[in-house]
């Protein structure tokens, strides 16, 4: 029996009107409002000068440095990270416990203090030497002050800092794939390495994107903290020029609208990449799933497909 | 092909397998029967060294699974010689436990391309081969995601193949699936065993033993009762523990 020939006529009540809802729009529109006005009409926020600062030479460098950094510390964050989160999932003890005693020291400490630590690194060790210990033999040396310098010291202390908490998020992203998988993967032949780079954390990118995600955008605003070791990024510069000037707060202002313009771009990047880690669990996939046939009869007539 | 000697297993203090001996031979079809707890799926995950057995010892195509014997001492297997054993033994699993994130032929051309070092182009053409044979052609491109259960295990079936293994084994392969998705699945593994593949089977389906099976053996209580070919120990079983096991699937 199939349905119906004639459907009864649609429903068409009247919907539920929530007054409520909109007398309390209508109540913070205003009140956003009132505080933006005087916002804007504050004397002390000196518009002009924010505008004149936007985009200066000593903003523009710090940004550049401050996005140096956060790019230099995620990668050493992540990759560090994800090996921290092998070793501690790993059946040797030694490993396991080499990255259990890192994480637990690096995330024991604030951020603010190991980038002081970092930065003075020449005090607790003048000279780095390569050679052989106990027997004065020496094939190398260097002054510390060189070898570390700030930017070193910078990129140190957030990255290692960040693969302790990184290491976290991979483990946990491993940890949700299930372990049908690495059965299947083991049955076929596939060493436990194989097993781990091409099925386990392709598929626990999914969990670890959006935390990592996070994590970035969090960098960007940390790297303000290697303001005390005087690195030269964005905040760095701007105290340094409120200091002469003592326009506090449109200097302050103007470093908040290029952290929250980054952090912007950052979240829209963050979309697209969960939208790709996210293949193959979605819907859309019979338009896609033709374009690969396309694709895979293409390769196999010998026509390159290219771009398309 | 498979030889299985006084094998005993255990999860901490349970005692799941205790004592199991059978033999399967080359393109014989061995189906194991029994209720749920019997042991059953431990001891197909214990032919592919999922699981290393406590006692007793293990022979597939001659070679003692999981360990080296030198005299009289076993050696454990390194992990690499362990993958190198599994690569000769394909197993379908209840949960079809395919690669989400790649799609049907990439599932199938993995393992050929990483561990048997197969040419990209090759082990493509194999995949379509075998996606083709178990009735997926048009569905090469496609994600498991957007695949019916019977689809799924046939590419997991696919999947294992791809590896020209010796020795098939299957841990209840249908027991996931819905009633119509059955005969798919079921087809499929009777056109392998009329092609001559060695192939241990785990499931509920009856029919499919009394079809397909060269022997039966029904375990329970981590033994195996009673075993022999499908006419004798269907039709005619001898023990208490088989018969009540059959009326109650049977009913």
Redesign the interface.
């Given at each position: 029996m199939g349905p119906s020939s004639s459907r009864p006529e649609a429903i068409k009540a009247i919907p539920i009107r929530h007054w409520g809802r909109w007398i309390a729009a209508g109540v913070i529109i205003f009140l956003a409002f009132l505080l933006a006005f005087s916002f804007v009409r504050n004397p002390h926020v000196e518009w002009q000068t924010i505008w004149h600062y936007l985009f200066s030479d000593l903003v523009l460098r710090g940004v550049a440095v401050t996005l140096e950094l956060t790019v230099i510390s995620m990668v050493i964050g992540a990759v560090g990270g994800t090996v921290l989160a092998v070793m501690r999932l790993s059946k040797n003890y030694v490993l396991s416990g080499v990255s259990w005693f890192y994480i637990w020291f690096f995330r024991g400490t604030p951020v603010y203090v190991q980038i002081l630590l970092w930065g003075n690194f020449a005090i607790l060790y003048p000279r780095l030497f390569l050679g052989l210990p106990f027997v004065n033999v020496v094939f190398a040396s260097v002054d510390s002050n060189k070898a570390i310098s700030i930017f070193v010291a910078s990129i140190l202390a957030l990255g290692l800092n960040e693969a302790a908490y990184a290491a976290e998020l991979v483990r946990a992203g491993i940890i949700s794939v299930e372990k049908?998988?690495n059965?299947?993967?083991?049955?076929?032949?596939?060493?436990?390495g194989?097993t781990m780079r091409?099925?386990i954390l392709?598929?626990a990118m999914r969990v670890i994107i959006p935390p990592m995600g996070n994590e970035t955008i969090s960098m960007l605003k940390t790297t303000s903290l290697v303001a005390v070791i005087s690195g030269h990024e964005l905040m760095s510069n701007i105290t340094i020029s409120y200091s002469q000037n003592f326009k506090i707060f449109p200097l302050l202002l103007v470093a908040c609208i290029w952290y929250i313009f980054f952090t912007t771009l950052l979240t829209i990047g963050q979309h697209y990449l969960e939208a790709y880690f996210g293949?193959?669990?979605g819907d859309k996939?019979?338009a896609a799933?033709?374009k690969?046939?396309m694709k895979?009869l293409q390769r196999k007539n010998g026509v390159d497909p290219g771009v398309f | 092909m498979v030889k299985v000697e006084q094998v005993w297993k255990s999860f901490g203090k349970l005692d799941v397998l205790k004592g199991v001996d059978f033999v399967v031979y080359p393109k014989q079809t061995f189906v194991l029967l029994g209720p749920s707890g019997g042991g059953k799926s431990t001891l197909l995950r214990c032919i592919n060294h999922l699981e290393a057995i406590d006692a007793g010892r293990l022979w597939v195509d001659g070679e003692l699974m999981g360990y080296r014997q030198k005299g009289t001492v076993l050696h454990e297997m390194k992990a690499r010689d362990v993958s190198r054993q599994r690569a000769k033994i394909g197993m379908v699993f209840q949960r079809f436990n395919l690669f989400p994130h790649m799609t049907a032929i990439e599932n199938v051309m993995e393992a050929p391309i990483r561990v048997l070092r197969v040419k990209r182009q090759q082990a493509e053409a194999e995949a379509e081969q075998l996606l083709t044979q178990v009735g997926l052609g048009e569905k090469l491109d496609v994600y498991p995601a957007q695949l019916s259960g019977g689809q799924q295990q046939r590419v997991a079936i696919a999947r294992a193949l791809a590896m020209k293994p010796k020795l098939m084994l299957f841990d209840e392969p249908t027991s996931a699936l819905d009633p119509e998705l059955v005969g798919e699945v079921l087809d499929v593994m009777k056109e392998l065993a009329r092609e001559g593949m060695t192939m241990v089977v785990v499931t509920h389906e009856i029919g499919f033993a009394k079809e397909v099976a060269d022997g039966v053996a029904l375990m329970d209580g981590g033994v195996i009762v009673e075993q022999g070919p499908p006419n004798q120990c269907l039709m005619n079983p001898k023990e208490e523990r088989t018969k009540a096991f059959l009326s109650k699937v049977l009913a």
């Open positions: 049908g998988q059965e299947a993967a083991e049955s076929l032949g596939m060493s436990p194989l091409r099925i392709p598929q293949k193959g669990f996939e019979a799933a033709e690969r046939a895979r | -």
